[in-house]
């Protein structure tokens, strides 16, 4: 069973700030790996999957990196819609199966 | 636009049977481009998939929930159904659907319902 871990559990920055979000594998993902945004209440938004393509209508400020084990999310300067938890996600190859990380709270300062 | 919305009941006693329906909107269910997927959130806790359906009734399931788990799907209605056997308040949790597109984000969750919460206590 691969174990996704997030870092930091929480991250406070202001608004205009650059957020660096990381995922750690327990083992290689290789690049099948995700970015969710989850806001209360909402449904949850693809961010960015196989590691680096951003999914349909995602702003270019959002960006993902990374391959085997580390992985980051990067926000290159945060709007005020932006605050949210973030969670990484990474599937098998075949049979097709998911985890999770626990989630990155982005808060305001 | 294409929207999924989860529905059943918010409140189950433990031992029983939770049942849930993912009612789709604005696209067809029985389509070949997608699957359909449930996903649930504890309360304070992470995401956790649980199974993923084809609309010809193919399924993958979570391993550490499979024993107590069918997904299936109804094309007539554009629905797919969940349940789940046995439940604890472990169970207790915010259920989602999902679609898994073939394609373009393929096997990710591109599209996701608002999420129903199911509690489990007597």
């Known amino acids: 069973e691969i174990v996704l871990t997030q870092s930091p559990a929480t991250l406070s920055l202001s608004p205009g700030e650059r957020a660096t979000l990381s995922c750690r594998a327990s083992?290689?993902?290789?690049?099948?790996l995700a970015w969710y945004q989850h806001k209360p209440g909402q449904a949850p938004r693809l961010l960015i999957y196989d590691a680096s393509t951003r999914a349909t209508g995602i702003p270019a400020r959002f960006s993902g990196s990374g391959s085997g084990t580390d992985f980051t999310l990067t926000i290159s300067s945060l709007e005020p819609e932006d605050f949210a938890v973030y969670y990484c996600q990474q599937r098998s190859n075949w049979p097709p199966e998911y985890a999770f990380g626990r989630g990155t709270e982005l808060e305001i300062k | 636009q294409l929207q999924l919305q989860e529905s059943g009941p918010g409140l189950v006693k433990p031992s029983e049977t939770l049942s849930l329906t993912c009612t789709v909107s604005g696209g067809s269910i029985g389509t070949s481009s997608y699957y359909w997927g449930w996903i649930r959130q504890p309360p304070g806790k992470g995401l956790e998939w649980i199974g993923s359906?084809?609309?010809?009734?193919?399924?993958y399931f979570n391993p550490s929930l499979k024993s107590r788990v069918t997904i299936s799907v109804d094309t007539s209605k554009n629905q797919v159904s969940l349940r789940l056997r046995s439940v604890t308040a472990a169970d207790t949790a915010v259920y989602y659907c999902?679609?898994?597109?073939?394609?373009?984000?393929?096997?990710?969750?591109?599209?996701w319902g608002r999420g129903t919460l199911v509690i489990v206590s007597s």
């Open positions: 999902a679609r898994l597109p073939l394609q373009g984000p393929s096997w990710y969750f591109d599209l």
């Open positions: 083992q290689t993902v290789s690049t099948y």
């Open positions: 359906i084809y609309y010809s009734g193919t399924t």
